[in-house]
């Protein structure tokens, strides 16, 4: 039987950040061209499907990014979910600062963005507006290509501030 922890009343950070790493996520880098011609890109693990009809996704990047104005002046980016074995390139493009790309393998999508050797799937999408969400941004990006690479890895997940995998289900 599971013992509930107390409820802490007010939220504070630490309380906040225990409970929500308790949900899994998967692993994406966001990827981009900057204004100044060099590749940008950042580890997110708020990556969701927001609508089919038109097709929409959402990412989360925080207000304190230096990536993130790069990514937002490029107009354009790519999603590279991550497969299970690119946990470094996760942790590569999770640090402030350096040449995230450096060692990095991939190829210029159809708007330039750099799409990841290795991923488990590409989506490729233009920015379609930015919403305020406190400490962080809402990204929303209109989807206008996209990929899902048939690769016999699992997908690279985050839980409880620690990478994981899960086991594809059998077909």
Known sequence: MTTLSPLTNPVDDTAMKSAL?????????????????????????????????PPLICFCPAHT????????????????????????????FAVTGGDKFEGVRWTPGA???????GALATIECDLDDVLDGGDHAIALGRVTALAAHRT????????????????????
């Open 21 to 53: 790493s308790s949900f899994c996520t998967g692993v994406a880098v966001i990827t981009a061209v900057a204004d100044d011609g060099r590749p940008a890109g950042m580890a997110v693990q708020s990556f969701s499907s927001v609508s089919l009809d």
């Open 65 to 92: 990014s230096s990536t993130w104005p790069r990514i937002r002046a490029a107009g354009r980016f790519a999603v590279n979910i991550l497969s299970a074995g690119q946990e470094p390139l996760s942790r590569q």
């Open 111 to 117: 708007h330039g963005a750099p799409l990841l050797d």
């Open 152 to 171: 016999a890895t699992d997908p690279l997940v985050y839980f409880r501030r620690t990478y994981g995998r899960v086991p594809r289900a059998p077909r």
